[in-house]
């Protein structure tokens, strides 16, 4: 307080509940895990939803929206539709443009969608990351469910408090924190992903491994080739797991709205958030992660904090998975002819605000934080990484 004012100051606390239901057969009209959800039996009204559909999920499960439309219809007595399910483009083009986040504003809207009623994103992390924003923003947040149907946004990105959109060519610029009120994981919307989507998931659940927990991280090795051939029993531990990692570090970890420098749970992802922007997408979030936690997998061991044979572990693992690590995109230069990728490093910081903060490697299981990263070391992993004989 500066001297001689006088200052109103309180501490305002507020608690969330953040729940992942984990279900099979979500609108299959005898599952009652979405109308428990989203009804409460001492409201007034039945539970007014408004569904957003991702395009591709749609298209790749053409029975889904009447599925959506006979679950509402056998629960009308508690569940009530604003409307037919809002179907929508998929992937980060989801993400491209604030116009998604005015449609689904437009159907809140005429919907009569208010701050007790529910919008439910039904699609991969893009569209929930759209969808979520549009829900955080509209009367100030509404309530909001996730439904997440690829492996990543399962394991990862749809059991998070982050929502938002790209802009002005970076990742998640525009965006808002806001818990959901519920992310229901039905492991049977994942049975549609093509192999590239199904696999893209597996490298959050290496990359928190990697950071949080060395079990997890044998489990993965001894189950790769299970993985590797899309097991389901496997995977359904891989996402159970990593889901449960990315919750308790939300809840536990002492910063859920992300107010410090560090992001550990962000290992790998300041190359990889460049990469994808560099090769406009072509590289999708995950092959995009697998690339920058083999990155500072390297980095970490030439800097002598990790042991040469713990990354080459990583990188077989990542490599048995399905992962290519070289991409020609870690060798595009800029107009003053500076690898491009190394641009990531400032806008990673900016995105968090203060100093620089990148976790790094000291064992599987364990990490640390520097404060700067050493360009020339840079520049020589990507050669390491570059020089590799093996990927898919
Ligand atoms: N909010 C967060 O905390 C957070 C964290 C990590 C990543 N993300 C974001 O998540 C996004 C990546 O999410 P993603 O990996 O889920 O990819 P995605 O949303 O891009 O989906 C991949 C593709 O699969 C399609 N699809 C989705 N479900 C399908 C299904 N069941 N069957 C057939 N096709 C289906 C999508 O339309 C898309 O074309 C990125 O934008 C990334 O920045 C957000
Ligand atoms: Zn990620």
Not at 107 to 114: A, F, K, L, P, V
Not at 259 to 265: E, K, Q
Not at 282 to 305: N, P, Q
Not at 308 to 330: K, S
């Amino acid at each position: 307080m500066l001297l001689g004012m006088f200052a109103i100051e309180r501490i305002i606390q507020v608690g969330f509940r953040h729940r992942v239901l984990f279900t099979e057969g979500v609108f299959d009209r005898s599952n009652p895990v979405l109308r428990d959800v989203l009804w409460d039996p001492s409201a007034p009204d039945r539970a007014r939803t408004l569904l957003v559909v991702d395009q591709h999920l749609a298209a790749a499960q053409p029975g889904l929206q009447q599925a959506i439309l006979d679950y509402f219809r056998a629960h009308q007595d508690s569940l009530e539709l604003a409307g037919p399910p809002l179907v929508m483009p998929g992937g980060e083009a989801a993400k491209a443009s604030l116009d998604h986040v005015y449609t689904v504003h437009a159907r809140i809207d005429g919907g009569h969608i208010d701050r007790h009623a529910y919008v439910i994103g039904v699609g991969g992390g893009a569209l929930l990351d759209m969808v979520g924003f549009a829900a955080a923003t509209a009367h100030r947040g509404c309530r909001h469910v996730r439904l997440p149907t690829t492996t990543l946004s399962q394991a990862d990105s749809g059991v998070g408090v982050k929502n938002g959109i790209n802009a002005f060519g970076k990742k998640n610029f525009v965006g808002a924190f806001a818990p959901p009120f519920a992310v229901i994981n039905d492991f049977n919307l994942l049975e549609s992903l093509p192999p590239r989507e199904k696999r893209a998931g597996y490298v959050e659940a290496v990359k928190v491994a990697l950071i949080r927990d060395r079990a997890f991280f044998e489990t993965i090795e001894r189950e790769a080739e299970l993985l590797a051939r899309f097991e389901p029993g496997a995977m359904r531990r891989l996402i159970h797991r990593c889901a449960e990692l990315h919750v308790d570090h939300i809840a536990t970890g002492g910063d859920p709205f992300e107010c410090g420098s560090a992001r550990p749970l962000d290992f790998g992802h300041w190359a990889a958030h460049k990469l994808e922007q560099l090769t406009d997408y072509r590289l999708g979030h995950g092959e995009a992660v697998g690339i920058g936690i083999a990155l500072d997998t390297l980095y970490s061991k030439r800097r002598g904090l990790l042991p040469g044979a713990a990354a080459d572990r990583v990188l077989t693992l990542l490599e048995r998975l399905g992962f290519r690590l070289r991409d020609d995109a870690l060798l595009a230069n800029d107009d003053r002819g500076e690898l491009a990728v190394l641009a990531g490093l400032e806008e990673f910081r900016e995105h968090l605000g203060g100093e620089l903060t990148v976790t790094l490697l000291r064992d599987i299981g364990g990490s640390t934080e520097v404060h700067a990263m050493d360009r020339g070391l840079i520049r020589e992993a990507i050669g390491e990484l570059m020089s590799r004989p093996g990927g898919a």
